[in-house]
């Protein structure tokens, strides 16, 4: 065992799933043991733990963990911003890869049309202190009382009105609610304490797992291409790839043909292939990414 020990912390819940399969794509060959909620993550320096990812801003400010990935919303719920690193953005989330957003929202039938008409009104949500915040800087007082789950269930029989996080806007329609207004937008953070990023060991670290996780992301959305292709069709293939940067072209052994290979995003393929077959290419093949380091 090693004596240099980073102690990091995943989310549990909604996104777990998620979460697990970005570290495995990255390299750790990540292992759970759901009854003790303890990841192993293949490598003797990494000790970790499965939590919500409410809790985990507590224990990364407080020093417990050196590391871990929550929300920016419960970052800000916490008020921690300024008692812990952000070391990267991690787009990523349990329906795709995208960020979710935090919205003010009301039964359709409400008269609420803006922030300023909820003085007096009862709001349920998660987010009470990021809530009670906002309203605020509208100049509203209004009741904020904390949701325990099933938040758009809760309006407008209970309440007049919910502050939830959304990531397609399907469940708050299927409630019969309209958004009035979004607060913020939240993601992923990969977030460090001060205590282990002013250590040189453990801040090496947590960069290098921050660069694979990343690369492992970025490597979602795009796919490779191999195709061959005869010398006197090369520029009308290659005007036909939108490459990160120049393809790859090598000479076959004929010295008439040549490999081409690049890197593109995934949504293009299908409309790709038929255009760069019919300008010559032949024998292409796509393949997936694990990684894609910038």
């Not at 309440?159 to 019969?176: H, Q």
Request: contains cysteine; negative net charge; proline residues 4%.
């Amino acid at each position: 065992m090693s004596e240099k020990i980073l102690r990091i912390g995943l989310p549990k819940g909604s996104l777990q799933e998620a979460t697990i399969a970005m570290f495995r794509k990255a390299g750790f060959p990540i292992t759970v043991d759901e009854r003790q909620y303890k990841p192993d993550f293949g490598d003797d320096e990494l000790w970790g733990v499965l939590l919500r990812a409410q809790e985990m801003p507590n224990y990364v400010a407080d020093g417990i963990l050196d590391c871990g990935l929550t929300g920016l919303d419960w970052i800000r719920e916490r008020g921690v911003e300024d008692k812990v690193a952000e070391v990267a953005d991690l787009v990523y989330a349990k329906h795709g890869m995208r960020p979710y957003k935090w919205v003010l929202a009301v039964h359709e039938s409400s008269d609420i049309q803006r922030p300023e008409d909820l003085a007096g009104k009862r709001i349920a949500t998660e987010l009470v202190e990021v809530t009670k915040k906002y309203l605020a800087e509208h100049g509203v007082e209004a009741h904020v009382e904390f949701s325990w789950g099933a938040t758009e269930a809760k309006c407008p029989s209970l309440v007049d009105a919910i502050v939830e996080g959304t990531e397609t806007g399907n469940t708050l329609a299927a409630n019969n609610l309209r958004i009035v207004d979004v607060l913020f937008e939240s993601c992923t953070k990969f977030i460090a304490s001060e205590d282990a990023w002013a250590d040189s060991w453990k801040r090496g670290k947590i960069e290098v797992i921050a660069m694979l996780l990343q690369g492992a992301l970025d490597a979602e959305l795009k796919v490779g291409l191999k195709m061959n292709v005869p010398q006197e069709d090369l520029d009308a293939v290659v005007s036909e790839l939108p490459a990160l940067k120049r393809p790859t072209v090598s000479p076959l052994a004929n010295g008439e043909w040549v490999a081409v290979e690049t890197i593109v995003d995934s949504a293009l393929v299908r409309e790709l292939i038929p255009r760069l077959k019919a300008a010559g290419a032949q024998g292409i093949i796509e393949y997936p990414l694990n990684k894609m380091i910038m």
